[in-house]
């Protein structure tokens, strides 16, 4: 197995209960994070290093890259596993998985490329390299089927992980924040370059919802003590009050909710992320576009969803993808999932603090509104809601048991 960052290390830890559920004898090997090692896995490299974002950062790591992927690569050519699976990082894995596939080694790839959106083209790739997909989203099943690529819609794990009825007390008691306190989740990324272009804005834009209500506190979870520190850094040059930074160790010890999270039966767990417990305790979520404003959407919360990328970035993105903007209007899982702005998307120009605080302020403010968010994600959260990690692993011993593919 190869896991790429962090939603993925969550994803495949799913997978590695569900395969234990059925052998607890299974063995797993590759590259992985800390909640994949917790379920037992055995991590050749760390799962950071494989954690790229744009092109500058993937060209100055070319030559670590490309060292993780030989090895990788040589180490499962040797010993061939019964089956690979990669988990998204779909530039690293789906290269590894035609490599392996064309030597006999049956290939399942968990969490489809976004080719509804971006370079639809890729299906020729991964046709070629997978022998078997697990998509999170049921309009992806169809996609693949068309295409005559073997498919298996496994709902989402985090459906079966969050719960449908967040308690917001009991996630302001782990955090230690007042129960009756306006709080405001600040979330401008896991990745280094994504903090630097957002937390400025985000940060401006606390400052103008701090003018209209000066008790308004904000929580910032981070994912590790070096985007902590990056962070601190833009807080410095746009300083607010009542703002508090929170990591695991911040927060008390929580078991994620489900047990399919809790490992059960093979005696492993792995605490829920900090960053759950932020967006639970939250009345609204300011959120960088990606995994995380699905979480938001899991957690019931209205959000602002916003992104911005470099013109020379989009530039390249566009070159290379032929495409201007993505085939659809949406940007934010939640809006794609729904089909509607069901929560307001500020991208590039107009990801401006003042646009960012006049949506966050009706985010936070408009009791309305938040009960229509709250129903429309609850509806979302059951059409999501399978028994992930035992359809996928179904899916992983049946690709197994048929052998070179």
Known sequence: MVAGEPSGDLLAARIIDGL????ASLQFQGIGGPRMLAQGFESWHPMNALTVFGYVDALKRIPSLLSIYGDTKRRLLAQPPSVFVGIDAPDFNLKLELQLRQAGVPTVHFVGPSIWAWRYERIHKIREAVSHML???PFEEEIYQKEGIPVT????????????????????ARLGLEPGARILAMMPGSRSSEIKVLAPRFLQALRLLQERDPALQCVV???????RAEFEGFLRQYPVSNLRIVTAED????????????????????????????????DAVLVASGTATLEAALFKRPMVISYYLPTWMRRIMSWKSKQQRPYLPWVGLPNVLLRDF?????????????KLAE????????????????????????????????????AIIEVSSRGSV
Do not use: C, K
Not at 221 to 227: F, I, T
Not at 253 to 265: E, I, K, W
Not at 342 to 354: M, Y
């Open 20 to 23: 234990h559920h059925h052998d």
């Open 135 to 137: 998509v999170l989203f």
């Open 359 to 394: 949506a966050t302020w009706t985010a936070l403010t408009d009791t309305a509104n938040a009960a229509r968010v709250e129903a429309r994600f609850t509806a979302l959260h059951r059409d999501l809601l399978r028994d992930t990690p035992a359809l996928a692993a179904q």
């Open 221 to 227: 979870p981070m994912v590790s003590a070096q985007r």
């Open 342 to 354: 069901a929560v307001p998307e500020l991208l590039q120009d107009d990801a401006t603090p003042e």
């Open 153 to 172: 819609y496994v709902g989402h794990p985090l459906a079966g992980t969050i719960p449908m009825q967040p308690d917001r007390a009991a996630a302001r």
């Open 251 to 282: 927060a008390a010890p929580v078991a994620a909710p489900a047990p399919a999270l809790a490992g059960q039966g093979n005696g492993r767990s792995a605490p829920a992320p900090v960053a759950w417990s932020v967006m639970e305790a939250a």
